[in-house]
């Protein structure tokens, strides 16, 4: 069984350019989380989204920060414009329902310079 | 404020022998914990799990204990070989609410050959 695909793996752009992140959860999966996760830190909720609505993005940045899961499968996070602080891991997770063990995919390593 | 707290960042074993990393969690509606482990450049992957209606959840060389009045887990690893060396996160949630998985800053583990 194929596990949570998420591209590119890398990324390094300059501040004030845009950029968007991609991500194939598990088939069957109905659950998709985006996180952030942060140099020594543990990853931190961004939005849950249930089929195709966000149920739970009050940590999600909506100034510069925008999320869509079209269908109610592949999802997409955008930051337009990126600022440093942006430099993170954003990590996608799925599961089956909310009450579900949470998958992972290997996230995406952002680089803002 | 952090919720979940891992306030050991490292821990250094030698092989064969138990490592025991510590959690400790302040919302007392809490009531589901999981470990996760992480390698470099790899999304965390789920390792083992306990409600809180236990006190003990084993799984091979993995287990879990959990105090609730003292607020604190313990992942018990028996014996640790050099492959267990990662990074381990423990998280909690609430079924109460969201299921937000709330982690912690993570511990990492390296095993002595």
């Known amino acids: 069984e194929a596990g949570v695909v998420q591209s590119p793996r890398y990324k390094i752009i300059e501040k004030k350019q845009p950029v968007a992140f991609w991500c194939n959860p598990i088939s069957g999966h109905n659950t998709l989380y985006w996180y952030l996760q942060n140099l020594g830190q543990g990853p931190e909720l961004l939005i849950r989204?249930?089929?195709?609505?966000?149920?739970?993005d009050s940590q999600l940045p909506k100034d510069r920060f925008s999320a869509e899961r079209l269908k109610g499968v592949d999802s997409t996070l955008k930051i337009q414009p990126a600022e440093l602080g942006d430099s993170a891991v954003y990590l996608c997770?799925?599961?089956?329902?909310?009450?579900?063990?949470?998958?992972f995919g290997p996230g995406t390593r952002l680089t803002v310079l | 404020d952090q919720q979940v707290k891992q306030n050991s960042p490292s821990l250094s074993v030698q092989e064969g022998r138990i490592s025991i990393l510590n959690c400790d969690y302040t919302?007392?509606?809490?009531?589901?914990f999981l470990w996760y482990k992480k390698y470099p450049a790899e999304g965390p992957t789920f390792l083992i799990s306990i409600s809180s209606i236990k006190d003990k959840n084993e799984d091979g060389r993995f287990t879990v204990f959990l105090n609730k009045s003292a607020k604190h887990l313990s992942l018990h690893i028996v014996p640790s070989q050099p492959g267990d060396s990662a990074v381990y996160f423990c998280?909690?949630?609430?079924?109460?609410?969201?299921?937000?998985?709330?982690f912690g800053t993570g511990t990492r583990l390296k095993v002595l050959a």
């Open positions: 997770a799925s599961s089956f329902s909310r009450q579900s063990e949470q998958f």
């Open positions: 998280a909690a949630s609430a079924s109460s609410g969201t299921y937000k998985y709330i």
């Open positions: 919302n007392s509606m809490f009531d589901y």
């Open positions: 989204y249930e089929n195709e609505e966000a149920v739970d």
